[in-house]
């Protein structure tokens, strides 16, 4: 069993960032793969980054983000912090929504939805124009 508890949403002006974190419980957390996905009001969940599971060495980690956030939002995690963060750069009005944190079993860093075992509440970030 995993718990996922998000954190550092709020309201950002466009052009700005913010870091979203997800802290996790469990004692193997290294051997799932990390992801975070978003949901506006009205539209369907969807796929924003992921990261492999990691034996905290470079080589081991893969990434995959979405179209839509490529270049500005990295994914990242620290094993010993149990802990997967979000960077966001270059916020723009059409990325808010609530972010989402999840942990897959698969290991890979997938972008499918139904890939993900476990997820946390979820965190709101509503960027202004």
């Known amino acids: 069993q995993v718990q996922l508890v998000e954190s550092g949403g709020g309201l950002v002006q466009a052009g700005g960032s913010l870091r979203l974190s997800c802290a996790a419980s469990?004692?193997?957390?290294?051997?799932?793969?990390m992801g975070w996905f978003r949901q506006a009001p009205g539209k369907e969940r969807e796929f924003v980054a992921a990261i492999s599971w990691s034996d905290d060495t470079w080589s081991s980690r893969s990434t995959y983000y979405a179209d839509s956030v490529k270049g500005r939002f990295t994914i990242s995690r620290d094993n010993a912090k149990n802990t997967v963060y979000l960077q966001m750069n270059s916020l723009k009005p059409e990325d808010t929504a609530v972010y989402y944190c999840?942990?897959?079993?698969?290991?890979?860093?997938?972008?499918?939805?139904?890939?993900?075992?476990?997820w946390g509440q979820g965190t709101q970030v509503t960027v202004s124009s």
């Open positions: 999840a942990a897959s079993r698969l290991r890979v860093a997938t972008p499918g939805l139904y890939d993900y075992n476990y």
């Open positions: 469990g004692r193997t957390f290294s051997n799932y793969a």
